[in-house]
């Protein structure tokens, strides 16, 4: 199993792009999350999802849109990129209640 | 009232002691809790996960869980220079969603 993967690692963009971060995972966990994480603060959660076709705003969605067509891909796709959205990108699954495996992260640059 | 909080750190301990973590959070309905380490520049790894009130011990760490005071702890017995790194709290609250703490920087000191 390769657990949760995400593309890409690095990313520079400038201001007013459009970019989507690739989150997918191989172990048919129902639940996926999408998180920020700034310099020296905790993980924000963006978005979740409990299951195909559902998805749901976490604590900063602003910005920031998903969708889960399929029970391994959440996709997070940022419009009009802005220098706030400058962060670690943070993708993570869970089966339930149990614990969230994440992903190795996104370094995302805005210029 | 922010929904996870943590002690304010960094938090320094020598070499050997006892490191505690503390942690609290809003949604009385919340059901499951997490304590999870991060290195500088790498994902969460999880420590400890604590789903009923009381203690829970593996190896040198035992989280206590109190869901009337709504508060979750981590302590670390026999801390080591390994042990530096930032504790992150996290609570899956009623509505599924799990919700972090802003993180406690512990540093180990030989």
């Known amino acids: 199993n390769a657990g949760v993967t995400q593309t890409p690692k690095f990313r520079i963009l400038k201001i007013g792009q459009s970019m989507t971060l690739q989150c997918t995972q191989d172990?048919?966990?129902?639940?996926m999350y999408w998180y920020r994480q700034d310099p020296g603060m905790g993980l924000k959660l963006i978005y979740y999802?409990?299951?195909?076709?559902?998805?749901d705003k976490g604590e900063v969605p602003n910005g920031y849109n998903v969708s889960r067509s399929t029970t391994e891909d959440f996709p997070l796709r940022l419009e009009l990129a802005a220098p706030s959205q400058t962060s670690v990108y943070f993708c993570?699954?869970?089966?339930?209640?149990?614990?969230?495996?994440f992903g190795p992260g996104t370094r995302l640059l805005v210029l | 009232q922010k929904e996870v909080e943590q002690n304010s750190g960094p938090l320094s301990v020598p070499e050997g002691a006892i490191a505690s973590l503390n942690c609290t959070y809003s949604?009385?309905?919340?059901?499951?809790f997490f304590w999870y380490r991060q290195y500088s520049g790498k994902s969460p790894e999880l420590i400890m996960s604590?789903?009923?009130?009381g203690d829970k011990e593996d190896g040198r760490f035992t989280a206590q869980l109190n869901k009337a005071s709504q508060y979750v702890s981590l302590l670390i017995r026999d801390s080591q220079p390994s042990d530096s790194a930032t504790y992150l709290c996290?609570?899956?609250?009623?509505?599924?969603?799990?919700?972090f703490g802003p993180g406690t920087s512990l540093s180990v000191i030989p």
């Open positions: 172990m048919n966990h129902n639940y």
């Open positions: 993570a699954s869970s089966p339930g209640s149990e614990t969230q495996y």
């Open positions: 949604d009385r309905g919340s059901q499951s």
């Open positions: 996290a609570v899956k609250t009623s509505y599924d969603k799990v919700i």
């Open positions: 999802s409990v299951g195909a076709g559902i998805t």
């Open positions: 604590i789903y009923s009130n």
